[in-house]
């Protein structure tokens, strides 16, 4: 069975930095990209970032403007978000999903709560 | 960036009736489209891939359509556990940068 599990959200000041972990089981892990997508309270989805199976291909959504950056350990089957300059607007559950190359989600975490506030 | 809108905002439904929700994208993403259902609390869950495609698990009742850049999800008797947040989502784009729907709120009548 397929599993993600995030870890690593909590409560950071404006400013601040954080990092999110993806511990993914049940599958290839080193044969799949993986992305982070996240949810403000009460909004919709907003893709944020994208890594190619070996990470050597890296997107970004723009807004993010070079805060974000996205990382894998294959060896630890193992996601990263490390997040930086976080402002109010970065608040959201931070979801990882798994990406069959080019495409769509087939699977995703339950999320980790970022809260962004003084 | 793709710009995807979706219709209504809500739809009200009565179960066992049928739900009809579109999807339309701001420039062609060919059949690069997936839906997704999302339930209070809990993470998204893929529907349809390929914009007719239903994902592994899924029922029969929901069916997808649609090319280019305008796209259907039918739901075609509602059950009560349809009652959720769908969310269209393009990955057509390049350099990748996937986007979603602002969501359709499928709620009972």
């Known amino acids: 069975e397929v599993q993600l599990v995030e870890s690593g959200g909590g409560l950071v000041k404006p400013g601040g930095s954080l990092r999110l972990s993806c511990a993914a089981s049940?599958?290839?892990?080193?044969?799949?990209?993986m992305n982070w997508v996240r949810q403000a309270p009460g909004k919709g989805l907003e893709w944020v970032s994208s890594?190619?199976?070996?990470?050597?291909?890296?997107y970004y959504a723009d807004s993010l403007k070079g805060r974000f950056t996205i990382s894998r350990d294959n060896a630890k089957n193992s996601l990263y978000l490390q997040m930086n300059s976080l402002r109010a607007e970065d608040t959201a559950v931070y979801y990882c999903?798994?990406?069959?190359?080019?495409?769509?989600?087939?699977?995703w975490g339950q999320g980790t709560l970022v809260t962004v506030s003084s | 960036e793709i710009v995807m809108t979706q219709s209504p905002a809500t739809l009200s439904v009565s179960p066992g009736e049928r739900a009809t929700l579109s999807c339309r994208a701001s420039?062609?993403?060919?059949?690069?489209l997936a839906w997704y259902q999302q339930k209070p609390g809990q993470a998204p869950r893929l529907l349809i891939y390929?914009?007719?495609t239903r994902a592994t698990g899924i029922p029969a009742r929901f069916s997808g359509s649609g090319s280019g850049a305008e796209f259907t999800l039918t739901i075609g008797s509602l059950q009560s556990e349809d009652f959720a947040v769908y969310y269209c989502?393009?990955?057509?784009?390049?350099?990748?940068?996937?986007?979603f729907g602002q969501g359709t709120k499928v709620e009972i009548k």
């Open positions: 049940g599958f290839s892990f080193s044969s799949y990209s």
């Open positions: 989502q393009q990955y057509g784009a390049w350099p990748p940068a996937w986007t």
């Open positions: 890594i190619s199976p070996t990470g050597s291909f890296i």
């Open positions: 999903a798994r990406e069959p190359s080019g495409s769509y989600y087939d699977s």
């Open positions: 420039q062609s993403v060919s059949s690069n």
């Open positions: 390929g914009a007719s």
